[in-house]
């Protein structure tokens, strides 16, 4: 789990968007005033994770499915995030892929628990080009846990664009994180 010491550097609405245990989905709402609407880039199964993914993903029982989305409110794209799951969990979880996989998660009030697991900082042309910014950008892993067993592992990558509402990410001049 990370700890509130590893965003030191972050300012403090960027350390509550980052570490916080609270919805992006609802924050970004919540921040640009407009519903979150996916743009699903993929939704395959994923046999064999790559490197670079979250070492929690090996507490997910195979076979995995690995879905990958832009979070859009009106025109702006604010996120990317993907999620591997369960397949058998995923078909059961996210009936419309569609959808925020809060909504999903949280259509019928089940408890949830998120819990951190990593801050970084992610260079990418694809991530540039489609934000409108350079990098680099936010990003956090996290899991979902459903009466004590690991539901999903999400990764988000978060847009400069949310510095709009949010302000500088960086107060001043500060060393980086680890870049994935």
Not at 81 to 94: D, I, K, R, V
Request: charged fraction near 25%; aromatic fraction near 8%.
């Amino acid at each position: 789990m990370v700890s509130g010491s590893a965003g030191r550097m972050l300012s403090g609405a960027w350390r509550l968007l980052l570490l916080g245990d609270g919805s992006p989905t609802r924050h970004l709402e919540l921040l640009s005033g407009q519903a979150v609407e996916i743009e699903l880039i993929a939704m395959a199964p994923d046999p064999e994770p790559g490197r670079d993914a979250p070492l929690e993903i090996d507490e997910l029982p195979a076979p995995l499915l690995r879905r990958q989305v832009w979070l859009r409110c009106g025109s702006q794209t604010l996120a990317w995030a993907e999620s591997w799951w369960n397949l058998t969990a995923a078909g059961t979880n996210l009936k419309d892929k569609e959808q925020p996989i809060w909504r999903s998660l949280t259509a019928h009030r089940a408890e949830l628990f998120r819990e951190v697991d990593g801050l970084a900082q992610v260079e990418a042309p694809w991530l540039a080009e489609r934000f409108g910014h350079a990098g680099p950008f936010w990003s956090r892993h996290y899991r979902f846990f459903r009466g004590g067993q690991p539901l999903t592992v999400i990764r988000e990558v978060f847009s400069p664009e949310l510095e709009r509402w949010l302000g500088p990410a960086e107060p001043g001049n500060c060393n980086k994180l680890q870049t994935m």
